[in-house]
Every structure is written in structure tokens, then in C-alpha cells.
T-cell receptor, first 111, second 111 residues
């Protein structure tokens, strides 16, 4: 049984560009959350998807948007990239409000 | 907004010594979770505490949830080199699914 998978592993973009990150949750999980982790910091909650709807959102601008598909996989889109968006983007899946299983993350570098 | 503070930020110990990290929330939590992140890795779930005053043990690790459900601690007895990593607490208020992470405590163990 595969755990949470994310793609791509690494990504380099320039300021102003747009990026899409992808996540497949662990089998049996219906909830997907996205986190941003800057170097040396704890993960910061971006938003959570459940039943293809955004259920909760953290303090991130509208440039950050997402989607969940019927098979529970999810995408994170970031528009108009800024240098400060450089970070490790983590996807986590779970059921209800219990433990979160994190994927390996996507390392985004904005130049 | 809700904040979760964690201290200390770093801890260097000699192998065999004990280690404790403390977590404090600005608001009452419905539950608190602990995660471990190895260098270059992703957060891995350790445990979830739900009840006021709850204490849980996992081998050499002891987790406590305060009576007021605003603070928590993780204590490791007789550290080993395999304990190296960053330990994060993450709190949730109400059944929102939104986890607020502390900044983490990075543990280094000298053999």
C-alpha cells in the first residue's frame, strides 16, 4: 500500500510564474491538507480539502488555490510566484481529524 | 490568531541523557499531535492526545497533555542517536482539521 505521494520532487520557477503541485493520498483517506514549510520552520497550514470542497483555509493569499478530484487526489496551484514562496510544500492525508500522513514534499525554488 | 509556541528551539545532549520539549498554545486545544521530522525528511506522526491531563508512553517517549489543554510536553529518556531530528507539536481547536504547528525543537545527540 503506497503512502502519500507527491510530484514533482523538486521544481525551479521564476518570479511571476505559476506552479501546480500534485498529491495522491494514502489509500482509504478522503481528506487532503496542504502545508508550506520554510527552512527551519514548522509546517504552516494552507488549506484542507474534503469531498472536493475546501473545508478549512489558513492565512494564505488567494494566489494559493487548490482542487480535489473524485479519486481524492489533490492539486495546489500558486499564481504570480514570489521569492518568498520558496519552500517545501507538504501534502498530508487522513480521515476526519486524526493523525495526518505526510508525503515527501515538493521543494519549490523561486528565482 | 491561534499560536503554538515550542521551546527550546535546539537541544544538544550526550547519548544517554534525557530530553524534554515543551509546547504552549494561545488557545484551548481539542487535541494535540506530535510529529518527528528527520533531516531532509517529512513529518512522521508520533501520537495524538485528546483528554485533559492525558499521559501516553511509547517505549522511551512520554507525552503529556496539560489539564487546561493548552500545553503539552514530550520527554525522551536515555536518548539514542536514532532520536536525532526535529520534534513538532501541532494543535487543533475544535473539529476543524486545521493543525497549527509549533516551530519545532531540533535534537542533536552526541555519541
Amino acid at each position: 500500500d503506497a503512502g502519500v505521494t507527491q510530484s514533482p520532487t523538486h521544481l525551479i520557477k521564476t518570479r511571476g510564474q505559476q506552479v501546480t503541485l500534485r498529491c495522491s493520498p494514502k489509500s482509504g483517506h478522503d481528506t487532503v491538507s496542504w502545508y508550506q514549510q520554510a527552512l527551519g520552520q514548522g509546517p504552516q497550514f494552507i488549506f484542507q480539502y474534503y469531498e472536493e470542497e475546501e473545508r478549512q483555509r489558513g492565512n494564505f493569499p488567494d494566489r494559493f488555490s487548490g482542487h480535489q478530484f473524485p479519486n481524492y487526489s489533490s492539486e495546489l496551484n500558486v499564481n504570480a510566484l514570489l521569492l518568498g514562496d520558496s519552500a517545501l510544500y507538504l501534502c498530508a492525508s487522513g480521515t476526519d481529524y486524526n493523525e495526518q500522513f505526510f508525503g515527501p514534499g515538493t521543494r519549490l525554488t523561486v528565482l | 490568531g491561534q499560536q503554538v509556541m515550542q521551546i527550546p528551539q535546539y537541544q544538544h545532549v550526550q547519548e544517554g541523557e534525557d530530553f524534554t520539549t515543551y509546547c504552549n498554545s494561545s488557545t484551548t486545544l481539542s487535541n494535540i499531535q506530535w510529529y518527528k521530522q528527520r533531516p531532509g525528511g517529512h513529518p512522521v506522526f508520533l501520537i495524538q492526545l485528546v483528554k485533559s491531563g492525558e499521559v501516553k508512553k511509547q517505549k522511551r517517549l512520554t507525552f503529556q497533555f496539560g489539564e487546561a489543554k493548552k500545553n503539552s510536553s514530550l520527554h525522551i529518556t536515555a536518548t539514542q542517536t536514532t532520536d536525532v531530528g526535529t520534534y513538532f507539536c501541532a494543535g487543533s481547536s475544535g473539529n476543524t482539521g486545521k493543525l497549527i504547528f509549533g516551530q519545532g525543537t531540533t535534537l542533536q545527540v552526541k555519541p
